[in-house]
């Protein structure tokens, strides 16, 4: 079987807090409509921040504020027919502030709000487990920053 090492992609794990209630929004692939988190490539000249805001809108439709001091990086694998393809992928988490009815990729995506605690039920694969579970660890921190940014 043979191993493609891709490029590294960036991507978002967006989320909401009500309470010490966490609510992460996937958005189905757009070949196999599994459950993901939105990632991308960065463009020539453009920082992780950036990409990530760009790929929640585009992906998702929203925007809101990215929480740059918990980074969480997985090597993510798709198995293709020319074998497996691995991509670090680092994900930055990002408090919605706006989530709009029409988006770029909203003729190609679904998105799903569902709780940090269902996040199993719902993430395509080991590879969103691991991230969402590091990001449930972390989650005590990333609240305290949300906090601050709502009031």
């Given at each position: 079987?043979?191993?493609?090492?891709?490029?590294?992609?960036?991507?978002?794990?967006?989320?909401?807090?009500?309470?010490?209630?966490i609510a992460v929004l996937f958005v189905?692939?757009?070949?196999?409509?599994?459950?993901?988190?939105?990632?991308?490539?960065?463009?020539?000249?453009?920082?992780?921040?950036?990409?990530?805001?760009?790929?929640?809108?585009?992906?998702?439709?929203?925007?809101?504020?990215?929480?740059?001091?918990?980074?969480?990086?997985?090597?993510?694998?798709?198995?293709?027919?020319?074998?497996?393809k691995e991509t670090p992928v680092t994900?930055?988490?990002?408090?919605?502030?706006?989530?709009?009815?029409?988006?770029?990729?909203?003729?190609?995506?679904?998105?799903?709000?569902?709780?940090?605690?269902?996040?199993?039920?719902?993430?395509?694969?080991?590879d969103l487990l691991r991230v969402t579970?590091?990001?449930?660890?972390?989650?005590?921190?990333?609240?305290?920053?949300?906090?601050?940014?709502?009031?």
């Amino acid at each position: 079987m043979t191993i493609h090492l891709e490029p590294q992609r960036i991507g978002v794990i967006p989320f909401d807090t009500r309470s010490n209630d966490i609510a992460v929004l996937f958005v189905t692939s757009q070949t196999r409509g599994r459950w993901i988190l939105p990632k991308g490539k960065p463009s020539p000249k453009e920082n992780h921040i950036n990409t990530c805001k760009r790929e929640a809108f585009q992906e998702a439709g929203v925007s809101g504020i990215v929480i740059e001091t918990f980074p969480i990086t997985a090597v993510i694998t798709k198995q293709t027919s020319d074998g497996i393809k691995e991509t670090p992928v680092t994900y930055y988490p990002m408090l919605v502030s706006e989530q709009v009815a029409e988006w770029p990729q909203k003729s190609k995506r679904q998105r799903h709000w569902a709780l940090l605690r269902d996040a199993p039920k719902v993430a395509y694969k080991e590879d969103l487990l691991r991230v969402t579970q590091q990001f449930e660890t972390l989650a005590p921190w990333i609240i305290e920053i949300a906090e601050l940014h709502k009031d």
